[in-house]
């Protein structure tokens, strides 16, 4: 019996979003990360299509500005989380987001600057993913919704140790 399930075929500037991401959490997960420790584990991302809507929904009004509370209530989540970015590629929106971990301080879990999309990126409980992308002008808004939402006052991962670099038996988180 075949299966019923379609395989989802992402459009090529989304797909871009859902790659970096994975890259950037390989990066943290296996110790390629200067001040950053190595995850001792990292949920496997899933691409949700119900959460990818809703940030093209926001993307394509090509405002940058963040969905309110009450648009960011979804009945079958228990929280989310969203970042937005624009910038003149797809590769330098995510980028801007993953570069505050240069602001931030694992073992204090303190912040210089802003870093809670960096750690909404890197959240080692978060299991779903959607994103859109939308050209506007010259440059493109990138929105990315997360569940669960990373918590501010909690690190994103739990550290790993030098042994977890190695471990490379389900490298794409």
Known sequence: ??????????PKEVREV???????????????????PPAKRMSKLKWNIY?????????SRCDYSYDSPSDMNFDEF????????????IEKAVASWFVEY???????????DTCMQYKQIVNGEETEIGCGVQKCDKRFLVVCNYSPAAEED???YEKGTQENCDDVDDAEY
């Open 1 to 10: 019996m075949r299966s019923q399930c379609k395989k989802l075929k992402l």
């Open 18 to 36: 859902f790659q970096l991401h994975k890259y950037y959490r390989n990066s943290i997960r296996f110790c390629q990360m200067p001040n950053q």
């Open 51 to 59: 959460l990818a809507e809703k940030a093209q929904l926001s993307a």
């Open 78 to 89: 228990g929280t989310v989380a969203q970042n937005i970015a624009d910038s003149p590629t």
């Open 102 to 112: 240069k602001s931030y301080s694992f073992n204090d879990n303190k912040c210089n």
């Open 154 to 156: 909690r690190q994103p």
